[in-house]
């Protein structure tokens, strides 16, 4: 999602980046002037530049501006590439109050130590620089009429089975493991000696993830929340049985690469517990930067054997991983596990600013969020017994469920309202509508009122309509399962194995 981010993020110049302006990037030890990117081969930024100043030297605020005038109208003769990779480092001498052009630099290779003084000069308080920074980027984006790629992703009638045990022959014990067995051998003769239970996780949902909006995927455990996220990022076991389309910009997961296209975080954290080397680049500060992790950022990771950082650390780390990538859909499964509220808050606060500026789809589960986090949010998805109970603006689901006679008292959070009130235990307390007597409402009578309600009905209408590929940009879908060659990928396994294996001797 990011290296999109940040290869347009340079194709004009940083709108907060101007030699010579107020904005600088570096108070008193230099700044930088972007310019775009460009295709054809390229001359000398030095030689352009020298030529078109004539030797000239300025020192007034006037010819200053002048200055940087002519520099970025060299700019614009550079072709494409060019553009993009190159910048004009300049210095400031606070004493003398005067500025030095040095040299034409790349983008590319500034250093770490530059990369991370940038972020840090950039990104003082992450969730409000994070931003007012993508704001003005998008600002430039739409006066130059630059469209960032999208991603809409549609479900239709999806419904995820599966055959399992169900009583004492589903505990796992030696007795059913070989029973287990001897029926996978008789099977393969066609002789069936138990019978399984058919389960359904999801039954028959539908709805849309829209781009540039974040979705919040909320409901009691064992709802289905993790199967669906799977089924969208197309990272559902093969033992399920799916029926039902997924769909990205109107093309099913058959035709694309959804491993690809998009990033699934998982619940679970698996890392290496170290390699050897540091190797960074400014999407990578930037995303340590916003997930706080600058604290441990030259600190391993460990496991059960080697001390390392934190749980909560790690669960910041598996996001950032899936972060960094060109992918503009995220499906997040509970981010928010071992971290405290206020961090919560922070993280999902910058998603926000991501989703809206970048217009990245964002898809994210949350067992129990905050009010303040809760209202971050555009849309929800209420999920329960495997069926869409809600699904629509987040301002509109407190109106639905008065409508059906339950009430969210003033001091109770919505998000704990919405879990409790589709419980057959927890929903008598917030009935509301003291002219009729209490009866319990089933999830499935949830999902039917739903339907003929507003909201409900414009969902449908909006999936009726087909996906318009004449606004699709293939850029946002990938098509090649692999980047690299198979040769690549060997070398690249093998350096990892030795590191693994110089740790454990």
């Known amino acids: 999602m990011l290296n999109s981010v940040f290869f347009f993020y ?9 030699v010579g302006g107020q904005n600088g990037l570096f108070s008193s030890s230099g700044q930088m002037d972007l310019g775009r990117q460009s295709r054809s081969q390229s001359w000398s930024m030095e030689e352009l530049y020298a030529s078109a100043t004539d030797g000239s030297r300025r020192s007034s605020g006037s010819e200053e501006e002048d200055d940087d ?14 553009r993009l990779r190159t910048a004009f480092w300049v210095s400031y001498d606070i004493e003398n109050q005067q500025r030095h052009v040095h040299k034409q630099i790349d983008i590319r290779d500034l250093g770490s130590n530059v990369q991370q003084q940038i972020i840090e000069t950039l990104f003082k308080v992450a969730e409000v620089d994070n931003g007012r920074i993508l704001r003005k980027l998008r600002d430039r984006f739409d006066r130059i009429g630059i469209t960032l790629p999208t991603v809409e992703v549609r479900f239709e009638n999806v419904t995820v089975k599966t055959n399992c045990y169900v009583g004492n022959r589903a505990i796992p014990t030696l007795t059913n493991t070989a029973r287990n067995l001897a029926e996978m051998a ?47 990022a197309g990272r559902l076991d093969h033992g399920l049985m799916v029926e039902g389309k997924v769909k990205y910009n109107g093309l099913t997961l058959e035709e694309l690469v959804p491993q690809r296209t998009s ?52 669960k910041r780390l598996t ?14 499964d509970e981010i928010s596990s071992g971290l405290d509220t206020s961090t919560t808050f922070q993280i999902v606060k910058c998603l926000q600013q991501i989703a809206h500026l970048t217009q990245t789809t964002i898809f994210m589960s949350l067992l129990q969020p905050s009010p303040e986090t809760f209202n971050l949010f555009d849309d929800i998805i209420l999920l329960s017994q495997g069926q869409i109970v809600y699904q629509g603006p987040i301002e509109h689901i407190a109106n639905f469920f008065q409508s059906l006679g339950f009430i969210c008292p003033e001091r109770k959070g919505i998000a704990d309202f919405l879990q409790e009130v589709i419980s057959e235990r927890d929903q008598e307390q917030y009935w509301g509508d003291k002219r009729k007597e209490y009866s319990y409402v089933s999830v499935s009578q949830f999902a039917d009122h739903f ?39 060997s070398r690249h396994v093998l350096i990892k194995n030795g590191y693994l294996l110089k740790e454990l001797l």
């Open 10 to 18: 340079t194709r004009k110049r940083f709108p907060f980046l101007y």
């Open 69 to 82: 005038a002519l520099k970025r109208a060299v700019l614009e003769k550079l072709p494409t590439f060019d």
């Open 186 to 232: 008789f099977g393969f003769l066609g002789i069936g000696l138990s019978k399984r239970r058919n389960l359904a996780i999801l039954s028959n949902v539908s709805g849309m993830i829209k781009p540039s909006r974040m979705t919040l995927l909320l409901g009691p455990p064992s709802s289905g929340k993790t199967t669906l996220l799977r089924t969208l």
């Open 263 to 314: 990033a699934y975080i998982s619940q679970t954290d698996v890392h290496a517990t170290a390699m050897e080397g540091v190797k960074t680049n400014i999407i990578t500060d930037y995303i340590i930067k916003i997930l706080g992790l600058e604290t441990c950022r030259d600190t391993i990771v460990g496991n059960q054997m080697i001390r390392g950082i934190s749980g909560g650390q790690k």
């Open 319 to 332: 996001t950032g991983e899936m972060m960094v990538g060109s992918t503009k859909a995220l499906f997040m």
């Open 451 to 489: 339907k003929q309600f507003h909201v409900g009905q414009q969902l449908q209408n909006e999936l009726l309509v087909p996906y318009n590929h004449t606004e699709s940009q293939k850029s946002a879908l990938v098509f090649k399962k692999y980047t690299v060659s198979k040769r690549s990928s």
